[in-house]
């Protein structure tokens, strides 16, 4: 147990970090690690029914309106609206070995993000499913139950044996796995972790429900995971699983209300988890950071560490693969190499006050990213952003979406005078509109997008990484490169070995085109490079020792520059 300043919710750490089996009943039990099991694991999670609160209220608390609804009715209100993005900030993340007929309704679901064991690298895992003769009678009609029950038993258990024994000859010849594997049947268990937000897993209970019958393997599954997910958010959760949900009264606060104060501290006091915490991290949860002159920036909720992007990559290597690389080098290979899926294990949430056209007019296009501002829609306070005098610059007219050579100093003051009088005039017209006691939706339509708003975001390890490589770009505006450099060190201190390799391989690296590698081969006289030779990659620092040897080798690095040679080389001599 570790103190975090992340919400904390009892039921979650009840199931957290404890596997548990389903039986040939389809009854859930504590984990045997003695044998082989159908099992459910909650490695990991975030957020629970008070982030719901806040994220909605852009981190007030219903507090914030003067009729102090229920926790309860709130929530119910919220869904009736159809503001379903706050209820993402809850995600949990799974570990099951489940059999593969189960596997094909959790693994293929869009919303999901998962990483399987993989029969083509390792051998398939020695179990399956064999359901009880009680829970085959239970789906049998007529006579004889208990005598057909036991014989659809027998015969399932036999012809377990002699699949599984011929797929062990079929590995005993060499045969390539991942056509030895090709006989097993879909009873066989797989492994795999699984990660799914709060409204797309009630979606996705809410389907299978309908779909599976109540004795099926994978409806327990279903039915375990639901329990999980009511226990660790359960006002949110029945919330969402409401027949008819019903609006209530809110005042809504103008919008100077919600986004001028400054950020908001946690509703909760720090509390002991099971869940991995990040020491860097927690330093600067809830911890505002100053943005451009009036903005703000603060991390408040994560999920995982970086050794859970190598832990999820693992599930596709059980027994019998080669020695697993330390987590760094494998994360390293994961992010060069772009497999995606087990850098999304990680989660980073953080809340924001930026001008309008920073956040969301542009982050929000990477849609990839939940987010959410206040109670669905983009509040706009009193104050505005004004660029600083070395911002002030012409139009490129190559970059025809950036800015090119300063601008004179006659033509600055120009610049900013008018910007001054177009958000002052804006200001009194806001005055004006508020005598009239106009709409706040009329009034916030007259400011302009330099306005701040507040809101919260939330990203995966992958889609954070995606985000971070277009928008530290230099090309990118100035404005929104500041707000990225923000989550670059807020990643940094989550992931740092992620963060590191993206870094090398992306955003200091580079992609060649095919154009672009045949003028380059007209420069480089490729014979006269030793290509085989350790010499060749020693300078870069890729030729490595095996430990307590004076073996050396080229580590991975070194072998895809190798990779990279021999195909210039082909290239140039037409091979």
């Known amino acids: 147990m570790t103190l975090t300043k992340r919400y904390v919710s009892s039921g979650a750490e009840k199931w957290l970090c404890g596997a548990f089996y389903l039986d040939g009943s389809g009854k859930i039990g504590d984990f045997d690690y003695r044998t082989e099991s159908e099992t459910i694991e909650l490695v990991d999670y975030m957020g629970g029914d008070a982030t719901v609160l806040r994220v909605a209220t852009a981190g007030h608390g219903i507090e914030i309106f003067p009729e102090k609804p229920t926790e309860e009715n709130f929530l119910e209100h919220l869904v009736a609206k159809g503001i379903t993005a706050p209820f993402r900030s809850v995600q949990f993340q799974f570990c099951m070995q489940a059999p593969i007929q189960t596997a094909l309704t959790f693994v293929y679901d869009p919303r999901v993000s998962v990483n399987e064991y993989s029969g083509r690298y390792s051998v398939m895992i020695d179990s399956s499913h064999l359901p009880s003769p009680e ?5 049998l009609k007529g006579s004889s139950l208990e005598t057909n029950a036991q014989g659809i038993h027998n015969i399932l258990k036999q012809q377990r044996g002699i699949t599984y024994h011929r797929y062990k000859q079929l590995m005993d010849l060499d045969l390539a796995r991942e056509l030895a594997r090709i006989g097993l049947g879909i009873d066989n268990d797989t492994k795999y972790y699984w990660k799914i937000d709060l409204p797309n897993l009630a979606s996705f209970v809410q389907t299978q429900r309908k779909l599976l019958s109540p004795e099926s393997i994978t409806r327990t599954y279903v039915e375990t995971i639901a329990k999980i997910a009511e226990e660790s958010a359960p006002i949110a959760w029945k919330a969402l699983f409401s027949a008819s949900p019903k609006e209530i009264t809110l005042t809504m606060p103008s919008d ?21 915490t990040v020491a860097a991290l927690e330093d600067v949860l809830f911890v ?15 999920l995982g560490d970086d050794s859970t992007p190598a832990r999820a990559a693992r599930a596709s ?35 924001s006050k930026t001008p309008l056209f920073v956040d969301p007019r542009q982050a929000g296009r990477h849609r990839t990213l939940p987010h959410h501002q206040f109670m669905g829609y983009a509040p706009l306070g009193s104050k505005f952003f004004l660029p600083g005098e070395d911002q002030l610059c012409y139009q490129d007219r190559t970059n025809r979406q950036g800015r090119g050579k300063e ?18 005039i804006e200001q009194d017209i806001v005055r004006q509109l508020r005598e009239y006691d106009a709409p706040e939706e009329l009034i916030r339509s007259i400011k ?3 306005f701040y708003t507040r809101g919260w975001r939330c990203g995966d390890g992958h889609n954070l990484s995606h985000f971070l490589r277009l928008r530290l770009d230099i090309h990118a505006q ?35 085109s ?14 006269a490079v030793p290509i085989e030779s350790l010499e060749t990659y020693r300078r870069a620092g890729f030729v490595k020792k095996k430990k307590g040897e004076d073996v050396e080798f080229l580590n991975l690095d070194g072998q895809g520059l190798q990779k990279k040679l021999w195909r210039f080389r082909g290239l140039k001599n037409g091979t």
């Open 135 to 139: 829970s085959i009678a239970s789906q």
């Open 256 to 276: 100077e209300v919600i986004v001028d104060p400054p950020l908001n501290a946690a509703a909760w006091e720090a509390k002991e988890t099971k869940r991995v």
């Open 407 to 424: 601008m004179d100093d006659e033509d600055k003051c120009k610049a900013l005078t008018l910007l001054r009088d177009t958000f002052a």
């Open 317 to 351: 290597y059980g027994r019998g693969t080669a020695k697993l690389q330390e987590d760094k080098g494998l994360i390293r290979t994961l992010v060069r190499d772009l497999h995606t899926s087990p850098i999304e294990m990680t989660s980073l949430a953080f809340e």
């Open 448 to 450: 302009g997008v330099g």
């Open 288 to 302: 505002e950071k100053k943005y451009l002159e009036d903005g703000a920036f603060q991390v408040v909720d994560y």
């Open 478 to 512: 100035k404005e929104i490169r500041d707000f990225a450099a923000l989550i670059d060190d807020a990643h940094r201190k989550h992931t740092p070995n992620v963060n590191e390799a993206l870094y090398d391989y992306h955003i200091n690296g580079m992609r060649l």
């Open 514 to 527: 095919r154009m672009e590698v045949e003028e380059l081969m007209n420069y480089i006289n490729l014979e």
